[in-house]
């Protein structure tokens, strides 16, 4: 088993760029999320899913976007991305929510220039 | 909204020191999560408690929920132990509340 498998590891966009991280698991898990890390503060969701074709916002979804279209994959897109995108981000899943054992990808450093 | 506070922020010990993070929220809670973030920035799952004690190794992690508060514990610490242990909880819905981890650092 891979895992969580997060691509790519790092990335340098100008303003304005767009880009699509990926995120990929194979442990069969239902739910999937998006956090950011930000320096000197705790992760923050982004968007999560309970399934695929079901996703939700978390506490910081402006300027992102998700989709879900099959179980194993959970993409994040960045349209138009602005400094302030500039963060660690990490994929994670778990089999039944936030009351089980979370499984983080290794995580991608973004930075916007 | 749940606030989660860690302490210390930061702590350097010798090895094989006894260590013990705390981590407080503000309301009740379904479930906590003791994190270890690597240097390298890889963050692995210790601990998912809802009540109780629970060791693994060399940890062992703490949590009452009358009083709000759990403790991850480091019994005869290592270089190796040293990384960014983070808390966090999970309250209504699916998401999480992170603390914003304690540096520990252990020097041989």
């Known amino acids: 088993n891979a895992g969580v498998t997060q691509t790519p590891k790092f990335r340098i966009l100008k303003i304005g760029q767009s880009m699509t991280l990926q995120c990929t698991q194979d442990m069969n898990h239902n739910y999937m999320y998006w956090y950011r890390q930000d320096p000197g503060m705790g992760l923050k969701l982004i968007y999560y899913s309970v399934g695929a074709g079901i996703t939700d916002k978390g506490e910081v979804p402006n300027g992102y976007n998700v989709s879900r279209s099959t179980t194993e994959d959970f993409p994040l897109r960045l349209e138009l991305a602005a400094p302030s995108q500039t963060s660690v981000y990490f994929c994670?899943?778990?089999?039944?929510?936030?009351?089980?054992?979370?499984?983080f990808g290794s995580g991608t450093q973004l930075s916007v220039l | 909204k749940n606030e989660v506070e860690q302490s210390p922020q930061n702590l350097t010990a010798q090895e094989g020191e006894f260590i013990t993070i705390n981590c407080s929220y503000s309301?009740?809670?379904?479930?906590l999560h003791w994190l270890q973030q690597h240097p390298g920035g890889g963050i692995v799952s210790l601990f998912m408690?809802?009540?109780g004690k629970k060791k693994h190794g060399r940890l062992i992690a703490t949590i009452n929920i009358q009083e709000k508060h759990s403790s991850l514990h480091i019994t005869a610490s290592h270089p190796r132990d040293s990384a960014v242990y983070i808390c966090?909880?999970?309250?209504?819905?699916?998401?999480?509340?992170f603390g914003k981890g304690t540096h520990l650092i252990i020097q041989p």
């Open positions: 408690l809802s009540s």
């Open positions: 309301v009740g809670i379904s479930a």
């Open positions: 994670a899943s778990s089999r039944g929510g936030a009351s089980e054992k979370l499984f």
């Open positions: 966090a909880v999970r309250g209504g819905a699916d998401g999480l509340t």
